[in-house]
């Protein structure tokens, strides 16, 4: 005689998990005027200001790269650094990433799931900005798979930077002031980057002087060369760095 033994249930994957926190999370920015003004309006007004503040400077390449630079950092570092240390400091002193943590998804899986929706939701508006300036007639990169790496591993930067912020943010009205020191960072290296000061070497270690870098070589102002891998590394270590610190730091509950 057999013995018919139900088979074993396996519970959703780690790629599911991530999904359903992401549309919850994104059903909820939605929902959240607050939010939802800093993750998409805030940063496209800025933007098309950019353009019409910057458009006499787009006859030369470098020109192009500085404004893409300007727009690229308004944008994300609003729509994502900003957004991702609000969300995670408001959904810690709602117990939310307590309850989410209390179940079955690991903390990576969690944190994809909240910062994802974020980060493709930016990721969707550049889009839409790179394509009004190409209509508007702003000149497109030489090498644009380095100027999409440079976007992309910023809008990861900012999202790593985003959760190490968000621990030392108590409240979503804090993260107006704990953010400020790293926004000012990174636009000041930017620019820091553009002076003959001797100190060029340093300034491209900044993440700021590594996005300008990366941007000039992209819109064909510098060669492709090993400054532009060079850049790439520090843009990397720039995103890993807050990470590893967040990884090990991150408090799930508030104080």
Not at 2 to 26: H, K
Not at 63 to 73: E, I, K, N, S, Y
Not at 82 to 97: I, N, P, S, W
């Amino acid at each position: 005689m057999t013995t018919l033994t139900p088979a074993s249930t396996r519970g959703p994957s780690a790629a599911q998990r991530v999904l359903a926190i992401a549309l919850m999370e994104l059903r909820i920015i939605f929902r959240n005027k607050t939010v939802l003004t800093g993750a998409v309006i805030m940063p496209v007004g800025m933007a098309v200001y950019m353009y019409f503040i910057g458009a006499d400077q787009l006859a030369e390449p470098s020109g192009v790269a500085v404004l893409g630079g300007l727009t690229l950092m308004l944008v994300a570092l609003l729509g994502v650094y900003l957004t991702a240390t609000t969300t995670l400091a408001t959904r810690r002193q709602e117990l939310f990433l307590k309850r989410l943590r209390s179940g079955e998804s690991s903390d990576t899986v969690i944190w994809l799931g909240m910062l994802m929706p974020i980060v493709v939701l930016v990721a969707a508006q550049l889009a839409v900005i790179t394509a009004g300036f190409g209509i508007a007639g702003v000149g497109a990169p030489a090498q644009p798979l380095v100027v999409l790496g440079a976007v992309l591993g910023f809008l990861a930067l900012c999202a790593t930077a985003g959760m190490l912020t968000s621990i030392y943010t108590p409240s979503a009205a804090a993260a107006q002031i704990t953010t400020l020191p790293f926004i000012a960072a990174v636009v000041g290296s930017f620019f820091w980057t553009a002076f003959d000061d001797g100190f060029e070497f340093a300034s491209r270690l900044t993440p700021g002087g590594a996005l300008q870098n990366l941007l000039m070589t992209g819109w064909g102002v510098e060669p492709v060369g090993a400054s532009t891998a060079g850049a790439a590394v520090v843009l990397l270590a720039w995103t890993v760095l807050p990470y590893q610190v967040a990884a090990r730091r991150f408090r799930w509950e508030k104080r």
